[in-house]
């Protein structure tokens, strides 16, 4: 576990660096939990999303980066393959 804290610490201060590059998106982590992080980001232009706000939540396991985060969309968004109720 100590491992998977140290390498989340580096990269988010990576982000951090790097945040002006991409000014569309923004990832916070917890201030209590380096597992949990939120990602906010902004449809691209000339397609259905533009002009909206897509709000993430990540849940990085211990064990990373032997397992991937789970990745979960708290912004509902239009799909057509996808029913909102599901």
Excluded at 45 to 57: C, I
Aim: net charge positive.
């Amino acid at each position: 576990m100590q491992a998977s804290r140290a390498r989340l610490f580096k990269e988010y201060k990576e982000v951090q660096r790097e945040k002006a590059a991409d000014p569309d998106i923004q990832l916070v982590c917890d201030d209590s939990n380096i597992f949990k992080w939120t990602a906010l980001i902004k449809g691209p232009s000339e397609t259905p999303y533009e002009g909206g706000v897509f709000q993430l939540a990540f849940s990085v396991p211990e064990q990373y980066p032997l397992q991937p985060p789970q990745v979960r969309f708290l912004t509902k968004i239009f799909h057509p393959n996808v029913h909102f109720k599901v």
